[in-house]
């Protein structure tokens, strides 16, 4: 049960700029709420449970291709979605303050309904933008957001299109191995073209190389 929960499509804070080539990052993104959270605990003891249709937990892993383009997917083995981005404007590889990146990903949203095991499809487009802002040798500031077309299952299981975007910041922290952790603090929403909007917190934790150890060019 807690492998399904894992696989949910939560939007999540994510930074625009690229990982070098064989590099992996990984992100923890959590919606605070407290009715998610208490359906969620309450799932766990009971095989026979409905999963909710919002779950305040999600896994992302990422692994740079070089030349900024990333591969990534979400949820406990197996995952539940897969994704491809590519860094236009890139801190990383660029002389530039500002990170900017396509992104695609499309996937399935695992739910139960009278005992029945259904997967929902999702298929999100966005834009993400991102800069770094170096306080210290060991911490920084990141500034992201995104915005762009998001593909959402509705209680039938048919696709609602909308408008997704996220804005937030995360506080880069250096570790030693030319790592870094980030823990972020930002908002998610989402405008359905025929429907009311929807907003939430977001937390998370991201983990990846530091950026100013990475090697350009990659």
Do not use: N
Not at 52 to 64: A, C, K, N, Q, S
Not at 125 to 140: K, M, Q, Y
Not at 191 to 212: C, S
């Amino acid at each position: 049960m807690l492998l399904l929960l894992l696989g949910c499509a939560m939007v999540m804070l994510r930074p625009a700029h690229s990982l070098a080539k064989f590099e992996g990052g990984g992100t923890l993104g959590v919606d605070p709420d407290p009715a998610a959270f208490a359906a969620f605990v309450d799932c766990l003891d009971k095989p026979d449970c409905e999963l909710p249709e919002r779950t305040p937990v999600d896994l992302e892993y990422r692994l740079g291709l070089g030349r900024g383009w990333e591969i990534g997917a979400r949820g406990v083995l197996p995952p539940r979605a897969l994704s491809l981005k590519y860094a236009v404007l890139d801190e990383r590889r660029h002389p530039t303050p500002v990170s900017v990146a396509l992104r695609a990903e499309a996937g399935v949203v695992p739910r139960t309904h009278e005992g029945r095991l259904d997967l929902l499809p999702f298929a999100r487009g966005e834009v993400l933008v991102s800069g770094t802002v170096a306080l210290s040798p060991g911490v920084a500031l990141r500034p992201v957001g995104s915005g762009g077309f998001q593909g959402e299952a509705a209680s039938g299981g048919e696709l609602q299109p909308g408008f997704g975007y996220t804005a937030g910041l995360l506080v880069p922290l250096r570790l030693p191995g030319h790592l870094a952790f980030a823990p972020a603090l930002g908002v998610a929403g989402f405008v359905p073209l025929d429907g009311v909007g929807t907003i939430g917190l977001r937390v998370g934790l991201t983990v990846e190389p530091w950026l100013g150890d990475q090697s350009p060019g990659g």
